[in-house]
């Protein structure tokens, strides 16, 4: 590492919101603008990042988590999804809604339910707890969850003699791809559908190759996130100088050490303003304490 050298703050091509939480923020605002003075409902966090639900919040929307809260309002189902139960028991009872969620979790649940339809028990590849992950099962019967290869003993997958294997969009491959061998070793006939999206994929392959090649690695979002979460694992095995931020404020507190050259990841639901804001605090930072030396 060269102390002396001129501080370099690299951003990543793939940052700021993904196209499904874009999509979702454009149509919550379009909504908006074009029914003044209607009551709109978020059902469960739009979004993982407080500083966007924070935002809403001050421009009137109202998070809620029981869809018949919403009463006479406009009720907006949430990007990762809801099961199908839950859905058919919004269109029972007349509330007024809009389903934004992202069209590639809209895919995974149109491929559960196909594979299902084949015969085939359901395998879901990713976090039991998180709302993508419970949407998906919620479009077939029966479905089982996996998050780890330890949790795949020969129990878990007793009678099942075919299976379906779909993943949560945001997971990391490696990390699925450990779960898959243990599935095969144990079910004789699977059939398997890679459903991690191509912006995930993107941002987790940039994060694999660069981390290494820099003195530390920024990756500005919420620790609520999912994606975010994944990308610090990933850029953290390269880089162990791998650092959390979710707000501009919080470069001033890390710890930097000597390092001068630095790369930054965000998470899909960080917005561009605070990214942008964050990388001038960081470099500033960097150009004071290069004076100072």
């Known amino acids: 590492m060269n102390k002396s050298a001129s501080p370099k703050v690299d951003v990543s091509p793939y940052v700021g919101f993904c196209g499904g939480v874009n999509r979702t923020l454009k149509i919550i605002e379009k909504l908006r603008l074009e029914q003044p003075g209607k009551k709109i409902y978020l059902l469960g966090k739009v979004v993982h990042n407080e500083i966007v639900l924070n935002r809403m919040k001050r421009r009137g929307f109202k998070t809620i988590d029981d869809h018949r809260l919403a009463g006479d309002g406009l009720l907006i189902i949430q990007s990762h999804g809801i099961p199908a139960s839950r859905l058919s028991e919004i269109k029972a009872s007349g509330i007024s809604f809009v389903d934004t969620t992202c069209p590639m979790v809209k895919d995974i649940q149109a491929r559960a339910r196909r594979l299902a339809g084949e015969g085939r028990r359901v395998i879901i590849i990713g976090d039991r707890r998180h709302e993508e992950v419970q949407g998906i099962a919620g479009q077939v019967e029966n479905a089982l969850i996996l998050g780890t290869p330890e949790e795949a003993g020969r129990g878990f997958f007793r009678g099942v003699d075919r299976a379906g294997v779909v993943i949560q969009s945001t997971f990391i ?115 004071r304490e290069t004076k100072s030396r």
């Open 173 to 287: 491959r490696a990390e699925a791809d450990a779960i898959l061998r243990k599935i095969r070793r144990f079910v004789p006939d699977v059939r398997f559908e890679n459903t991690i999206c191509k912006p995930t994929s993107d941002r987790q392959r940039d994060a694999r190759i660069q981390a290494a090649r820099y003195d530390g690695v920024i990756v500005i979002g919420s620790p609520a996130s999912a994606n975010t979460r994944n990308l610090m694992s990933i850029a953290g095995a390269g880089n162990r100088r791998t650092r959390l931020v979710s707000r501009p404020e919080d470069v001033d507190g890390l710890p930097l050490g000597q390092g001068r050259k630095f790369y930054v990841l965000s998470g899909a639901s960080t917005p561009m303003d605070v990214i942008d804001r964050t990388v001038a605090r960081l470099r500033r930072r960097l150009e």
